[in-house]
């Protein structure tokens, strides 16, 4: 106990996926992918539809299962035990591209389920807390609608303060503006930045190349199931090394 | 060239013909003149229907009197309904011993109000009261025994009294069983699934009456001798089983309504299964399949009807008992318009519940 507890301070090593590879049935999805993300490291991942992306992420908190390699989160190793698993998935927020809030319960006890049910925490802190974050994604006047009253906008922040309420110390980010109409992109690319400059470890899966420029520290590009190319957003967007990283990068900007 | 509007249009009001009684009637019973012809041949043919109806069971009908010479109208007989009703409402429950029933019903009344409606929002101490004391008070004042209440056989319940004696229980033992056995069916365990699987396939695919007469007769054959449980345990045992396995595939069913991200996102946050299945997925789950679970309980209301053929005395086989009885012959029109009615006031009124519900759950759009 007191080791592990040791060796989470001592590490500055957030995420280590080392040779991981993931198999749907026949299909090769994750091809011999390695990534030391370090604490406070914000990185973006992106590519074309169908290159893994989402999978890879989605790996890192036990959404998906990989078959081969080895996944460290928080000094903490995840294999087939429940208990690690839940235990990095209390650390591990996440944003899903279709912000997935429960629509039977209000804003507010969306945010406040995980902290009472998981963490133990009192109704009446786990509240004060909500409404903490609620306020910082700018709509703490929401907090007793449900979330069908909200626009797509105001889900996905509130999706944001959900996993912000159980004090994670990653966040991952699956296409979390996709789904969202244009002018409700840029409130929630602010809370991510925002987020971002108050040091969280951060891991987005997004084709907001501007949210890239401003505050990733490295932009990751996957293709076909394998990391092509990784580099700092300047080196990355100037001068791509790869062929692949190229055309795609030729194509998304020719319509951004 | 550029068009720019610089004013608003304001608000105003629809027109009258869309509104108002006389705007509905010309929207939807004369809009064309077929539909105004079939409007008023429907008027037409529902009047007459009604009309003989109500003097058949109220105007002509004869409410007065104790034997069938008092009914001389030429409607209903009621009094066949009212001189046997003590026995259709206990059956051969001992008349002294009946003020055990209402006190029964009371209780269940009193705690089925504090549970289903919306005065207590605190739900946690109806719910043992309604689910754990009340069949516990209700065993003990229904059979007796002890507590210096004298023994009550079920073979002497019998009418209403036993008809919602085995509806209420195996609705109650039904939804909880149906809930796992449908979570069981979805596990990802091979031997949990396929053990569900058997059950519901095995229960779905055989008849109601065959589970019942297995129960009471071929069940007593298999146990070693001596060992034997009273008729109306066995009948309770079928029913619950074989509603369980229905309501297991209607819970099924809203289960695989529910998108995968709220699993996802409950796991995420650290829920496990158990917790995500409590608090995320069964919650919408079994509102969207209020419809059906209540299809399915009134069903089963019906369906206990058919303990008839092992015997048990129900409201609809006291009634059909009372009506060969030589002083009452020709009395099964009265009998079943009677059991019709009380059996239409129950699910009419479970139907109404389920449709308050559903309304009171309603959350905003649904996506």
């Given at each position: 106990?007191?080791?592990?507890?040791?060796?989470?301070?001592?590490?500055?090593?957030?995420?280590?996926?080392?040779?991981?590879?993931?198999?749907?049935?026949?299909?090769?999805?994750?091809?011999?992918?390695?990534l030391t993300v370090e604490r406070g490291e914000k990185i973006v991942v992106c590519g074309p539809s169908g290159s893994g992306?989402?999978?890879?992420i989605r790996c890192i908190n036990r959404l998906e299962e990989h078959q081969q390699g080895q996944i460290i989160v928080d000094g903490i190793e995840l294999t087939n035990d429940v208990k690690k698993i839940d235990e990095i998935r209390r650390e591990v927020g996440m944003v899903f591209q279709h912000f997935n809030l429960f629509p039977?319960?209000?804003?507010?006890?969306?945010?406040?389920?995980?902290?009472?049910?998981?963490?133990?925490?009192?109704?009446?802190?786990?509240?004060?807390?909500?409404?903490?974050?609620?306020?910082?994604?700018?709509?703490?006047?929401?907090?007793?609608?449900?979330?069908?009253?909200?626009?797509?906008?105001?889900?996905?922040?509130?999706?944001?303060?959900?996993?912000?309420?159980?004090?994670?110390?990653?966040?991952?980010?699956?296409?979390?503006?996709?789904?969202?109409?244009?002018?409700?992109?840029?409130?929630?690319?602010?809370?991510?930045?925002?987020?971002?400059?108050?040091?969280?470890?951060?891991?987005?899966?997004?084709?907001?190349?501007?949210?890239?420029?401003?505050?990733?520290?490295?932009?990751?590009?996957?293709?076909?199931?394998?990391?092509?190319?990784?580099?700092?957003?300047?080196?990355?967007?100037?001068?791509?090394?790869?062929?692949?990283?190229?055309?795609?990068?030729?194509?998304?900007?020719?319509?951004? | 060239m550029a068009i720019v509007k610089t004013e608003r249009h304001e608000d105003l009001p629809p027109p009258v013909s869309q509104t108002g009684v006389i705007g509905w009637m010309r929207e939807n019973l004369f809009s064309s003149p077929l539909n105004a012809l079939l409007t008023v041949v429907s008027i037409y043919v529902i009047w007459g229907a009604l009309s003989s109806i109500i003097s058949y069971a109220f105007i002509n009908a004869n409410f007065v009197g104790e034997t069938r010479e008092d009914c001389t109208g030429t409607g209903a007989c009621w009094v066949f309904i009212k001189a046997r009703f003590g026995q259709i409402m206990y059956g051969f429950y001992p008349v002294e011993e009946r003020w055990r029933v209402d006190v029964g019903y009371i209780l269940a009344a009193i705690g089925l109000f504090l549970v289903l409606s919306d005065f207590v929002k605190n739900k946690k101490w109806p719910a043992i009261y309604t689910f754990v004391v009340v069949p516990i008070v209700c065993y003990f004042l229904f059979y007796g025994g002890s507590f210096g209440l004298e023994v009550v056989e079920t073979s002497q319940w019998g009418g209403l009294f036993l008809t919602l004696v085995l509806a209420s229980v195996s609705i109650f033992v039904a939804l909880p069983l149906g809930i796992v056995l449908a979570l069981g069916r979805r596990s990802t365990m091979p031997i949990v699934r396929m053990l569900c699987v058997g059950f519901i396939e095995f229960v779905r695919g055989v008849p109601l009456i065959t589970v019942l007469f297995m129960a009471s007769v071929m069940l007593p054959l298999f146990l070693p001798e001596g060992m034997n449980f009273d008729k109306l345990i066995r009948a309770l045992v079928g029913m619950s089983l074989f509603s369980?396995?229905?309501m297991a595939e209607v819970v099924r069913g809203g289960l695989q309504a529910i998108p995968k991200g709220q699993t996802e996102a409950a796991s995420s946050l650290g829920l496990g299964y158990w917790k995500a299945m409590g608090l995320i997925v069964l919650p919408q789950a079994l509102k969207i399949s209020i419809?059906?679970?209540?299809?399915?309980?009134?069903?089963?209301?019906?369906?206990?009807?058919?303990?008839?053929i092992i015997g048990l005395l129900d409201l609809l086989s006291?009634?059909?008992?009372?009506?060969?009885?030589?002083?009452?012959?020709?009395?099964?029109?009265?009998?079943?318009?009677?059991?019709?009615?009380?059996?239409?006031?129950?699910?009419?009124s479970m139907s109404r519940y389920s449709i308050w519900l559903e309304n009171k759950l309603h959350t905003g759009h649904k996506r």
């Open positions: 106990m007191s080791e592990a507890a040791m060796t989470q301070t001592d590490i500055d090593v957030a995420i280590q996926l080392i040779g991981m590879h993931k198999w749907y049935g026949e299909f090769h999805v994750l091809k011999d992918i390695n992306k989402s999978t890879m039977h319960l209000t804003v507010l006890e969306n945010c406040t389920l995980a902290p009472i049910w998981v963490r133990k925490t009192p109704k009446a802190e786990a509240e004060a807390t909500a409404m903490k974050f609620l306020e910082r994604v700018k709509i703490p006047e929401q907090a007793m609608k449900y979330p069908g009253q909200l626009s797509g906008g105001q889900q996905q922040r509130v999706a944001i303060a959900r996993s912000l309420c159980m004090n994670p110390r990653i966040m991952l980010f699956d296409e979390p503006t996709s789904a969202l109409d244009p002018e409700m992109i840029s409130e929630v690319l602010d809370t991510m930045i925002s987020l971002a400059e108050e040091g969280m470890t951060m891991i987005c899966v997004t084709h907001e190349m501007g949210f890239a420029k401003t505050v990733a520290d490295r932009v990751l590009f996957m293709d076909a199931g394998e990391i092509i190319e990784q580099a700092p957003p300047q080196e990355f967007f100037e001068n791509p090394q790869s062929e692949r990283t190229q055309l795609f990068l030729s194509q998304i900007l020719h319509n951004g | 369980a396995a229905y419809p059906s679970i209540v299809n399915t309980f009134i069903g089963l209301f019906k369906d206990t009807t058919l303990v008839l006291i009634v059909k008992a009372g009506t060969t009885d030589k002083e009452w012959v020709g009395m099964a029109t009265e009998g079943y318009v009677f059991v019709a009615a009380v059996f239409w006031v129950f699910c009419f």
